[in-house]
């Protein structure tokens, strides 16, 4: 599709007119029809503010019921809006981007809970973008704020799916990437007794979400780590819905790490993995007699696998973790989940993830235009040099992965080995050729 990527439409923030928005809803409205009820809501990023304003104005035009719910963390949107008797949810952010862009990801009702719109209605959508029709707007004269409502519903959902917990042993800290997690922070943590250190906490519209901070920028968290001799630490991205930990001894704790920690303490003997998964990870499931199901990136991609394979748990190495029973990755949920299995097991964290033996692995990012990513998937050169590589590690007994990315201009080359200083030789190696390919 042009517009819709892997995790629905993302581009500078200055892309999101408001003709663009408009058309976005003139499609949603062709899709589902104009008796509907849409909640909107986001991140801090500074354009949300003023994209979910226009949002408003969009959707009057076209005389759909809305209601507004200010920051929210994505987990928390696509709960809600079910819960609350919305049709539909949108989304604004951009996730893990810079706050220089900006992005559009849309819910509706499923069976039983929420799920990423169909691609009947992204077709809809992509359709009405393309189209030159233009659209006399209508601003709002009543808008609906359900921010305090909406927190309200997610917490008591946490606190629900937790059960019965205590925290009062643990010392943690929290990055909230200055991003929508922040407005929930440490409540239900120190709720359950737990003491906590914040960092990266702004609760308004911001151009610091994920600037050097989050589960992009882990440094920072490290040293909280570090300093104040925490039991463990949890990075969110902006918009709330993966999660990275950091451990005792200040190592990351990456997706399919916490995979293995959650999947070990729900006893479940099926996981849905994505293709990025580290060796070790595969490893671990082989040894274990777990069947591992893995799936094309994306967390839509893996919580499709679950839903069709009837498997209870999935993650992305990023750290999108979709436990028993949730629609979409929750980092919140994540990180309190983690901490009862912390607490529980009576083990540290670094323990916990010693289950699992990690490879080496190497991700560089080579910039690339739509052009040359479409490229390397049919020039003949670049196929040739792929294949010559994906030998060299195979007799290494390691393993290659070159993708484009999906949200972001970018080719990924990743590489798994047992030693890491050849796999990085070969990594940059084979982004200086296909750099002269493409």
Request: aromatic share 6%.
């Amino acid at each position: 599709m042009q517009y819709f990527g892997t995790d629905g439409i993302r581009q500078p923030a200055d892309k999101f007119t408001p003709e663009f928005l408009t058309r976005i809803i003139a499609g949603l409205v062709d899709y589902a029809g104009n008796n509907i009820k849409v909640l909107i809501a986001g991140d801090t990023r500074e354009s949300t503010e003023w994209i979910l304003a226009d949002l408003e104005t969009a959707l009057e035009t076209f005389s759909v019921e809305f209601g507004n719910a200010g920051i929210l963390p994505t987990p928390a949107i696509s709960y809600c809006f079910y819960q609350m008797g919305f049709d539909f949810a949108i989304d604004v952010t951009a996730s893990h981007n810079p706050y220089t862009d900006n992005g559009i990801k849309i819910f509706e009702r499923g069976p039983t809970s929420s799920v990423k719109l169909s691609e009947s209605g992204r077709k809809a959508i992509e359709t009405s973008l393309n189209s030159d029709k233009t659209y006399a707007l209508v601003s709002p004269t009543l808008r609906e704020d359900l921010h305090q409502e909406a927190v309200e519903l997610y917490k008591n959902h946490l606190l629900e799916y937790l059960g019965t917990a205590d925290f009062s042993d643990l010392h943690i800290g929290l990055d909230c990437a200055n991003g929508a997690t922040s407005i929930i922070n440490k409540s239900i943590f120190t709720q359950l007794g737990a003491k906590v250190e914040l960092i990266h906490i702004s609760t308004n519209y911001n151009t610091k979400i994920n600037h050097d901070c989050g589960s992009t920028h882990l440094e920072s968290l490290q040293e909280l780590v570090a300093t104040q001799h925490l039991d463990f630490g949890a990075a969110f991205d902006g918009d709330g819905d993966r999660c990275l930990l950091i451990d005792e001894t200040g190592e990351i704790i990456d997706g399919d790490q916490i995979l293995v920690i959650l999947a070990n303490y729900f006893n479940l003997d099926s996981i849905v993995t994505t293709v990025m998964a580290n060796q070790g990870l595969l490893d671990w499931a082989k040894q274990n007699h777990i069947h591992a199901e893995i799936t094309s990136v994306g967390d839509s991609n893996v919580t499709a696998t679950m839903h069709q394979q009837n498997i209870k748990i999935g993650s992305e190495q990023s750290g999108h973790v979709i436990l028993p029973g949730e629609p979409t990755g929750d980092g919140m949920l994540t990180a309190l989940m983690v901490a009862k299995a912390v607490s529980e097991h009576k083990k540290s964290l670094n323990t916990l993830a010693s289950a699992m033996t990690k490879f080496p692995q190497i991700i560089v990012n080579m910039s690339a235009t739509n052009e040359q990513k479409s490229n390397l998937k049919t020039s003949d050169s670049a196929k040739a040099t792929l294949l010559a590589y994906d030998q060299k590690l195979a007799s290494i007994n390691g393993r290659l992965l070159v993708r484009p990315s999906g949200t972001e201009p970018l080719i990924r080359i990743t590489m798994w080995g047992k030693d890491k200083d050849i796999i990085n030789k070969l990594a940059n190696e084979l982004k200086n050729e296909l750099g002269e390919i493409l």
